[in-house]
């Protein structure tokens, strides 16, 4: 298995500024991906993390928004450009195992945006 | 798009007693995985299953995969306060580069 960390656990940022959150995995990964989850809800993709070339997104998120890095095999990093109270959630990263589809995800980062 | 769905989306037991939920997806699979969810916390792991009709066990956890592919099952017998938490099932379908689509959950309430 693998262990994420992200950076910040919680933050709280005005409208209109970006933020930077970042996944760090202890061990060589294939995929990474970043999720979003509103409380009591389910988790919606927004893009896969490729390492080396630019990420994947999903129907409904683009890269102007959600810029992402992935600069090696072990981190990545998801930027929530020009926020908005309606992008207050919580952002997980999930890595995938080698030889495997099963996913770790880390803790998740709070984002409030006011 | 694909749309994977579990009922119940809650369910309140008292502890000792049984849960199932059930997870349905619009698409066949090659793969459904399922997560628990506690609290405040990450989702974590559970198991995967692949084959058509695979059943598997962790201790009191049943998780079962339909014929088609399309439907799957987590069944946990004399649930205990720790089994609170939301379980989520995901489906990997072929040709999607490893992407997960996330059930719409159920969360469980266990009470003494």
């Known amino acids: 298995s693998a262990v994420i960390s992200q950076k910040p656990s919680r933050d709280i940022c005005q409208r209109g500024t970006s933020l930077t959150i970042q996944c760090q995995v202890d061990?060589?990964?294939?995929?990474m991906f970043w999720y979003r989850q509103q409380p009591g809800q389910s988790l919606t993709l927004i893009a896969t993390?490729?390492?080396?070339?630019?990420?994947?997104?999903e129907s409904g998120f683009v890269i102007d928004k959600f810029p992402i890095s992935r600069p090696n095999l072990t981190f990545s990093t998801l930027t929530v450009s020009n926020m908005s109270p309606e992008d207050s959630s919580i952002y997980l990263c999930?890595?995938?195992?080698?030889?495997?589809?099963?996913?770790?995800f880390g803790p998740g980062t709070r984002l409030t945006v006011t | 798009g694909q749309q994977v769905m579990q009922i119940p989306q809650y369910q309140h037991v008292q502890e000792g007693e049984d849960f199932t939920t059930y997870c349905n997806s619009s698409?066949?699979?090659?793969?459904i995985q399922w997560y628990k969810q506690r609290p405040g916390g990450h989702p974590v792991f559970l198991i995967q299953?692949?084959?058509?009709?695979e059943v598997k066990k962790q201790k009191r956890l049943t998780f079962q995969f339909g014929e088609a592919k399309k439907n799957s099952s987590l069944h946990i017998t004399a649930t205990q306060t720790t089994d609170v938490g939301t379980y989520f099932c995901?489906?990997?379908?072929?040709?999607?580069?490893?992407?997960?689509?996330f059930g719409t959950g159920t969360r469980l309430q266990v009470t003494l």
């Open positions: 299953l692949v084959k058509s009709g």
């Open positions: 999930s890595a995938q195992a080698w030889a495997s589809y099963e996913q770790y």
């Open positions: 061990s060589q990964v294939t995929m």
């Open positions: 993390a490729n390492q080396g070339s630019e990420a994947t997104y």
């Open positions: 995901a489906g990997l379908r072929d040709g999607t580069a490893s992407k997960l689509t």
């Open positions: 698409t066949t699979l090659s793969n």
